[in-house]
């Protein structure tokens, strides 16, 4: 079909997709699936194709040669890995403003699981987004009332599984189209792994499945495809961000000891409050140390994730790291080989839960299973 047939189906489907969108969900908190299906219409209203946008003479030179990065980008996910191909990331939109969607998540004073809110499509997951920031933050308000700990955090992208592919799939967006080259490429990888496999009510799984997609993809996209100077570049932002999560992985530990302690389990909450404030504390404490060595505007980024930082916050940052070690692992079992690797992952998937958690459990972490970007 034509580019610009596309074009005008899609937008002439719009109001009918929304309306799609709302019988799903039926009468159950409408206010909040309006804005979700509007915010998400409006996002694919202000898509253009990348095309349109390398001819139009208003647009900046910086953002033409991003968005042909992206599509050098968008290809190679394809072609070597295994990715789907279909229209999604061959679109860009202007969306003027920091954040995708703002993501609310909740949980227990004296537990990292989190709250789960459940959707027509997506099944039950441990956040709740918004196209609009004031909104989010009531939400979390809300969450706190009910004497939860609660946190919103932006998102630069996300994914509608495919769903949508038929009106020109998910696009690339200014939120992460700026990103060194290295994220560039796993924020696509990462999205695109969603349209691989989605397990229907299991964040950890697919988040972290997804996360291992764009990590082994990110860190051959460096050495095969990236110059010097993007390697650099990554190099110095990615070990900001292992050095991060090693020190969140550690606090994670903590909290978790603290919470299936005797102590918890006696239920004396006081003693329990103690070892959690030892945790958080010991946490603030190392990170300042941390940040010490850090250099650059990149940081202002862990400032605020520090500052929020709660059992919501820890456990949201478990669902994308927990597993991601079995599947890297999973990955060097199967010869380093993209569709058997996706074949063994949908099989896993398709097992019920608790087998699905048993295949993955205790698998060693893959060394040297994959180029490394440093």
């Known amino acids: 079909m034509p580019e610009a047939l596309r074009t005008a189906v899609r937008r002439a489907l719009f109001p009918f997709l929304a309306l799609a969108v709302l019988c799903l969900a039926g009468c159950a908190d409408l206010r909040y699936y309006l804005q979700s299906a509007g915010g998400h219409l ?22 033409k040669s991003r968005l042909a990065l992206a599509q050098r980008i968008r290809r190679y996910a394809s072609a070597e890995l295994g990715l789907p191909d279909n229209p999604s990331y061959t679109a860009y939109a202007d969306l003027k403003r920091p954040a995708a969607v703002w993501n609310v998540v909740a949980a227990p004073v004296h537990s990292l699981a989190l709250k789960t809110w459940c959707f027509p499509i997506a099944g039950c997951v441990g956040y709740r987004g918004y196209y609009d920031e004031s909104a989010a933050r009531e939400e979390a308000a809300a969450q706190a009332a009910l004497g939860l700990e609660s946190a919103v955090y932006p998102v630069p992208a996300y994914s509608t599984l495919g769903w949508l592919n038929w009106a020109g799939g998910d696009p690339l967006l200014s939120t992460f189209i700026g990103y060194p080259e290295g994220e560039l490429a796993r924020i696509v990888f990462h999205e695109l792994a969603h349209q691989v496999l989605y397990v229907k009510g299991d964040m950890v799984f697919n988040e972290s499945f997804a996360t291992a997609v764009e990590r082994i993809g990110g860190a051959t996209w460096l050495q095969t495809r990236a110059g010097e100077a993007a390697r650099t570049e990554y190099a110095q932002f990615d070990e900001r961000r292992r050095e991060f999560r090693r020190l969140t992985l550690e606090t994670r530990q903590a909290l978790d000891a603290a919470y299936s302690s005797d102590a918890a389990r006696a239920g004396d909450t006081a003693a329990v409050d103690a070892m959690k404030k030892a945790a958080m504390d010991d946490f603030r404490r190392k990170y300042a140390a941390l940040r010490e060595g850090w250099s650059g505007p990149r940081q202002a980024a862990y400032d605020g994730w520090v500052a929020r930082a709660n059992n919501a916050t820890f456990g949201a940052q478990a669902a994308y790291d927990e597993l991601v070690p079995a599947f890297e692992s999973l990955y060097s079992r199967e010869g380093r080989d993209w569709p058997r690797f996706y074949a063994e992952v949908k099989r896993i998937a398709a097992l019920p839960k608790a087998e699905r958690d048993a295949a993955l459990a205790n698998r060693p972490a893959a060394t040297a299973a994959f180029p490394t970007s440093r």
């Open 42 to 63: 409006a996002l694919m209203r202000a898509a253009r194709p990348v095309p349109d946008w390398l001819q139009d003479p208003s647009a900046s030179e910086a953002l």
